[in-house]
């Protein structure tokens, strides 16, 4: 084990002060039978620089009755649980599982506080040196929901964060939820989860790289869900439907906010201020709203009337445009900081950086191709062309001048083809179109002939990057290759337009300085998001800094300083319903492309999922959540018993004390102590049974076990409780079995009804199928002990 500080804790308010003030730094040995495993094993990321022995507090050893209620200490040892006579006489279930806990060398030292907090088991979690960095420990993933899982969940998962597809979309999407959803045919309440992060999901679900898909558990079964399918499919739903789903229903707040800019992060920031009651109007330098949206992306992936529909659903809302109204030349740019309450910059990345090429005047840039091109001009027509730069816009550029009929295009670019920025898919697109690629090239000079361009000289290039990661391209100047060209476009990154802004905003490298959770800038009530912030970047992270700045407007202008965090969209689930019936092998969907012989630059390329592929497609993803096992026996007696624990800050019902946190298998506060068990007096006539199944009958933890309390009332059930221990992230009561026993005459049959019904909504993962037989059999088995433990041999 790895060195810490040994405390010896003299009070309960010490030990909770020494915890509220080191946090997760510190753990409690009360036992030790738990935490000294994890630390010899270093199970987790972090090692704790303070133990915390709580043994050496005074009074909290005891099994007493007082008023009817039994009290038992919470460092009241395993052993004595075991062997006291009140308990065996009064309570035989307890002494029954503490007496199958473990071996008699544990039952020595553990305790019942310990029992009831230990840390989830699980082999992935528990394997030593944190090798496995699962979801329970802060990890993007439940390593046991595909691979080895016989001895885990059989009721479902539970959401300890976001999911790896959530956590790996800027926008934070609360992908899971929202597919259920379409699993359920809740279209409408799909909308609502997706509209909460992404207001433009007809636009994100044909032009997103869906970094959620990279991130998908599916990915190493079988392939990805193809979120960016289903996603397109419920923008256009949201099209159709959006007089019903884009409905205002707000309070004004009588605040007014300008945005400058309306692109994706400028159409993003005006629908969340104004569902949030702002007034809010956006200004275009342009004619039309959509910033590259409309004027940069070919029709081919993103047609003009799908932006033209949303930019319609966000104008609905209230939101004001003015178009042809450049900042700087058309308004002042101090006139809307005095005539609005806050101010958004969102102008985007417009103009083209020199690099300084050699006959550079000569060349075309790629913006201006590819607006004109989208406006019907085609000057390149038979012409060979030679596009530099190896980004999304470079394949755009080559991809639509194929299509326009170039003799020719080669698209040439300075990294090697496995680092090239833009998107494997587009470059594997751009070949199948027959454009040439060529990696690690750069540009020398530009060829020319009485002003015209006739070729362009390329260098090999043999790193982009420094030995700090900075760009700074190196060639090999003796190796060069000369290729004949009728036309140059430069794809070598894009530039924003400030010169317009209040000299005093800060700004670096030619982008606008913001905080990166608030998207302020060094100006009171001015903030900024999208590429004029970052540089070229994607859409759903424009996307995602217009909606961080929403919020954070709102919070300027009603006075609030909350913090607002990435991926700030709260889980909205939190125990779960694994979707197990699809834990087989099956293709991935995939939109219909047209042939290569029908595309144009006219049409969209890609048709989308019909409603059942749909469908179909979203009943692909497993619902990813934690499917560890809490490991407790005496948890699953304490439930059946409808005990109560006290702690140094409350008092609640076993029920509450479970739950599933990082490192953790309770809902205590961090600072927060067991005190004391506290079991209701039982009638003399209870019966009570506790059955537990494992490998071996010493040491192993339990695959399975049951509680079961029953009432009788003129020789029927009544007033049943019954626990199930090892099936669920937490012990969990099964009040549909209960229900059914409760004024039923006891009997073989009773018991066999109440079995089926306990197991009857159990979700079994790939490997554990066998632990809904074992249950079923186990439960019949535990109502027919606690009827015998009573001589109701009569009946069975």
């Known amino acids: 084990m790895k060195l810490f500080t040994h405390i010896n804790a003299k009070t309960v308010e010490e030990a909770s002060h020494i915890l509220k003030e080191h946090g997760s730094r510190a753990k409690i040995i009360a036992g030790g039978s738990d935490l000294l495993g994890t630390l010899k094993d270093q199970i987790h990321p972090d090692y704790p620089e303070i133990v915390l022995n709580i043994k050496t507090l005074d009074g909290l ?49 553990a305790t019942v506080g310990g029992n009831i907090c230990q840390e989830p088991r699980c082999w992935y979690y528990r394997y030593p040196n944190n090798t496995f960095h699962c979801l329970r420990k802060g990890g993007d993933r439940c390593n046991a929901l595909i691979g080895e899982n016989r001895y885990h969940s059989i009721f479902g998962s539970v959401r300890m964060d976001k999911t790896a597809c959530s956590m790996a979309c800027p926008a934070g999407t609360n992908i899971p939820v929202y597919l259920k959803e379409l699993r359920e045919d ?177 060349t075309i840039n790629s913006l201006d191709f590819l607006s004109n091109a989208k406006h019907g001009i085609n000057d390149i027509k038979e012409k060979r062309v030679v596009v530099i730069g190896g980004g999304n816009v470079a394949v755009d550029v080559a991809v639509t001048a194929k299509r326009l009929g170039a003799e020719q295009v080669t698209m040439a670019c300075l990294e090697r083809s496995e680092e090239m920025p833009a998107y494997e898919w587009e470059v594997a697109q751009a070949d199948e179109e027959g454009v040439v690629v060529m990696p690690e090239w750069g540009p020398l000079k530009i060829i020319q002939s009485d002003g015209k361009v006739k070729g362009i000289e390329l260098v090999h290039c043999t790193a982009v990057l420094d030995d700090d990661g900075r760009f700074a391209p190196t060639f090999d100047k003796s190796v060069t290759q000369t290729i004949e060209a009728d036309e140059v476009i430069l794809a070598v990154g894009q530039k924003s337009d400030l010169s317009f802004i209040d000299p005093e905003l800060k700004v670096d490298k030619g982008l606008v300085i913001v905080d990166r959770t608030s998207q302020a800038t060094s100006i009171s009530k001015i903030f900024a998001g999208g590429d004029v912030t970052t540089g070229s970047a994607s859409v759903i992270e424009a996307i995602t800094s217009g909606r961080r700045a929403s919020i954070a407007i709102g919070n300027f202008l009603n006075g609030v300083s909350e913090k607002v965090e990435d991926n700030d969209l709260k889980v909205l689930e939190t125990h779960l319903d694994l979707n197990c019936g699809n834990f087989t092998i099956t293709n991935r969907a995939k939109m219909t492309e047209l042939p290569l012989n029908m595309r144009s630059i006219a049409a969209e390329d890609v048709l989308g999922l019909d409603s059942k592929t749909m469908k179909t497609e979203a009943n692909r993803c497993f619902n990813c959540g934690c499917v560890a096992v809490n490991p407790s026996d005496l948890g699953v007696a304490l439930l059946a018993l409808d005990a109560k624990i006290v702690t140094n800050k409350r008092t609640m019902r076993a029920g509450q004390l479970f739950g599933v946190k990082r490192q953790s298998s309770t809902n205590l506060d961090p600072d927060e102590l067991i005190i004391e068990i506290q079991i209701p007096e039982t009638n003399p006539e209870t019966l009570q049974a506790f059955s537990k199944f494992r490998i071996r009958k010493s040491i192993d933890f339990a695959i399975g076990s049951v509680g079961v309390v029953l009432n009788l009332n003129s020789g029927r059930i009544s007033d049943s409780r019954m626990a199930l221990g090892a099936v669920a992230p937490i012990p969990i009561r099964v009040k549909k079995a209960e229900q059914f026993l409760n004024g039923r005459e006891p009997g073989v049959e009773t018991a066999e009804q109440a079995a089926e019904i306990a197991v009857r909504e159990t979700s079994p993962l790939g490997r554990n199928k066998y632990k809904v037989h074992l249950f079923k059999a186990l439960v019949k088995r535990t109502i027919l002990n606690a009827l015998e433990s009573k001589g109701f041999n009569e009946k069975l």
């Open 61 to 109: 050893e005891y099994i007493k009755e007082e008023n009817g209620t039994l009290k038992i200490g919470a460092l009241t040892k395993l052993k004595d649980l075991e062997n006291d006579p009140i308990l065996s006489e009064k309570y035989p279930m307890l002494t029954n599982a503490a007496h199958q806990i473990a071996s008699p060398q544990i039952r020595n030292e």
């Open 186 to 362: 809740s279209l409408f309440r799909a909308a609502e989860v997706l509209l909460e992060a992404n207001p433009i999901p007809a636009i994100t679900g044909r032009v997103c790289p869906h970094f959620c898909e990279q991130d998908c558990n599916r990915n190493e079964f079988d392939g990805a869900v193809s979120v960016r399918g289903i996603e397109r499919y419920l923008g256009d739903f949201i099209l159709e439907n959006a007089d019903e789903i884009m409905k205002l229903s707000v309070t004004e707040t009588g605040k007014k906010v300008a945005i400058v800019g309306s692109g994706p992060a400028g159409l993003s920031a005006a629908y969340y201020l104004r569902n949030l009651g702002y007034g809010v109007t956006v200004y275009e330098k342009n004619g039309k709203p959509g910033g590259m949206l409309t004027y940069a992306i070919p029709t081919f992936r993103l047609p003009n009337d799908i932006v033209e529909r949303v930019v319609k659903t966000i104008k609905n809302l209230g939101v004001e445009f003015k178009f042809n109204a450049e900042i700087g030349k058309d308004i002042p740019f101090k006139k809307l900081v005095h005539e609005f309450d806050s101010l958004f910059i969102a102008n985007g990345a417009w103009g083209m950086p020199s690099i300084r090429l050699e006959g550079e005047a000569l």
